[in-house]
Every structure is written in structure tokens, then in C-alpha cells.
């Protein structure tokens, strides 16, 4: 029998380098929030995914709660309150899944809206038969390293570029996350890194994360044409 999924979606911006006054998560992307595009893809019927956990900053609740009501009420999923990084917000992801004993959970930024499904299903399926799993592309473009004297070349066939979802066995990430938080931990796999091998799996370079306002336009451009 395959595992019971779970999803915690991570909301925690503030629109800083986007410049727009709210939070990024809450702009608009094709007349919706980005956050709900973001959302119905882990509400698909076809992952399967029982419950899902949004977690956002304590002030944004009531935003979000008109928000949902206005585009999306029939969306069901939980909310919870997140910490002052990402890695508490996880964190806190993970207490709200505090009764489920087994199954595997997706971690993913609110602000990837664009994730194919099939990317979404296959880093899932991945976990649940390694135990870790994450979402990465090839680099495109040469990459160099910094040194004390300059710079060298690196080889861009042995890098990744890391995306998510990313997805772990319950106890897996539950156990990882018990640890202290450190400066070196940017994103789950690496709090999970040293329990466990991470496999990837093959993301998408339309898997984009909303950052900044040329990142808004190239969702929007994206969206058109699919």
C-alpha cells in the first residue's frame, strides 16, 4: 500500500526585494494570489496528498482568510503559524502533523506556483522508495568558484540546481528536525544530509520561485502558454 502524503507549503515573505507592499505570496498572478496557484497544485486530486499545512507570519492570517474566502473557499488545507526562518516555520509545519505516525511530506515554497504536477509526483514517489528526495535542474549557464586570488572554473555537469518540493519520510524529517538549527542549513535536504542520502529528481525549469518582479512577469508569460 503507498504511504499516506502530506504537504507543508512555507509562506513566510515580506515583499522586500519585490518592492510591491504586501507580501509576494499575495500578488496577483493571472487575477489570483500567487499563494492559491501555489496551493491547488498539492490540492490535485491525482497526488493524493490527505492534508495540507500553509504556513504563514501570524500578522498575515486575516489577509490570507479574506483571500481564501474570495477566490477559493472549497480549498481546504490548515494553517498554522511559522518561526522567524524558514527552518522554524518548517518546524512548525511538522507539529501540526503531530498525530500522523507514517507517511511521506512534501516541504515547498508558497511562492513556487508554477511546479508540474508531474514533478510534484515524481519526487514524491522517489521519497517513498528512498527516503529522501528533492527537485533540481542542471545548471544552464558556466559556473565559476570564488578563491582568495580570483576565480575557477567549475564543472556544471556535477552541479544542480535545487528546487522544490522537496520530500522526506515523516520520521525521517521529524528526527532531522530535532537538531539545533544551524547557519548551513538553506533548505530541508540539507538538515536531512547528514541522517540520510538525498535522491533527486528531475525538476523543471518552469518551477520557478517568486522573488522579484521580473520573476512575476515570467510566471505570467509561462502561465499563457500552458
Known sequence: MP????????AGGTGTRMGAGRPKQFLKLQNEPVLLHTLRRFAAPA????????????DQFDVWQELHAQYAPELQHEVVAGGATRWASVRQGLLQLGEQT???????????????????????????????????????????GLSATGSYALDRSRLRLVQTPQCFELGLLRRAYQMPELPTFTDDASVV?????????????????????????????LLRHT
Open 3 to 10: 504511504l499516506p502524503r502530506f504537504a507543508i507549503i512555507v
Open 47 to 58: 497526488l493524493g496528498v490527505q492534508r495540507l499545512v500553509l504556513v504563514l507570519p501570524a
Open 102 to 144: 507514517e507517511g511521506v511530506v512534501a516541504v515547498h515554497d508558497g511562492v513556487r506556483p508554477l511546479t508540474p504536477l508531474s514533478v510534484i509526483e515524481n519526487t514524491y514517489a522517489a521519497a517513498e522508495q528512498h527516503g529522501a528526495a528533492i527537485a533540481a535542474v542542471p545548471p544552464k549557464d558556466s559556473v565559476r
Open 193 to 221: 544530509e547528514d541522517l540520510h542520502p538525498i535522491q533527486l529528481v528531475q525538476g523543471d525549469y518552469c518551477n520557478i520561485k517568486i522573488t522579484t518582479p521580473d520573476d512575476l512577469l515570467l510566471a505570467e508569460a
